[in-house]
């Protein structure tokens, strides 16, 4: 577990590194150029490894508008879920069995490409659509007594995603940023006597826009 924290804590300040770069063109006053941090509460959906909600991720999105209000840019997002399974017997391998109860985990990191569209510009409320494409990579995890099983696996991912921006303060374009998502990942591993075949997920995101 402390190695995942490392390693998203890496991955978070490679994020934050990168996409802060928008946003020095913006403080130039280029309004084109936008850049969104978030929280984000995920909900797995369908026959999950680990179906419990939870609000351990982030979403880090930065990109350009062109003067049709059409924008592309980059994105790069982590998240955690978890369950817990009472004892119960399975099978490990072809002769053997264990009797335990377990502690099941998921995380999930995608990244790619965003293309989004904003119905408005200039304004305190900007709502928009967008679409998010590209890789994720998932680590898949039993823990039981102190021992661990688990698999990594990489899939193609895509999510659709409804947001706002809300900028009270329109002269220097620093607003909130509230979106909602679903995702879908074609990610299959088989982690002891689980087979998981795709990852679903709804999610909200609330953060800071740039």
């Known amino acids: ?25 913006r403080a130039q006053g280029n309004d084109n150029i936008y850049l969104n941090i978030d929280w984000q509460y995920n ?6 490894f680990a179906d419990k909600s939870s609000g351990w991720g982030m ?7 062109f003067p049709n209000n059409f924008g592309v840019g980059a994105f790069i997002a982590y998240h955690t879920n978890n369950e817990y399974i009472p004892r119960q017997t399975f099978p490990v391998g072809e002769t053997s069995t264990v009797t335990t109860d ?25 709502p928009y659509v967008a679409v998010k494409v590209g890789a994720n990579y998932a680590r898949v995890s039993s823990y039981f007594y102190v021992l661990e099983a688990y698999e990594k696996t990489w899939g193609f991912f895509v999510s659709p995603e409804l947001g706002l921006n809300v900028c009270p303060f329109n002269q220097n374009r620093i607003g909130v940023h509230v979106a909602a998502y679903y995702s879908y990942a074609t990610n299959k591993c088989t982690t002891l006597n689980f087979k998981m075949d795709q990852l679903s997920n709804f999610g909200l995101r609330v953060g800071l826009s740039f």
């Open 43 to 48: 909900v797995p959906l369908g026959a999950s």
């Open 102 to 126: 377990q502690q099941h985990s998921v995380f999930q990191l995608p990244f790619g490409v965003t293309g989004r569209y904003r119905f408005t510009q200039g304004r305190v409320l900007e």
């Open 59 to 65: 979403n880090f999105e930065g990109g350009y508008y």
């Open 1 to 25: 577990m402390k190695n995942i924290k490392s390693k998203l804590t890496g991955w978070a300040a490679v994020a934050v590194a990168a996409l802060l770069l928008p946003s020095v063109g």
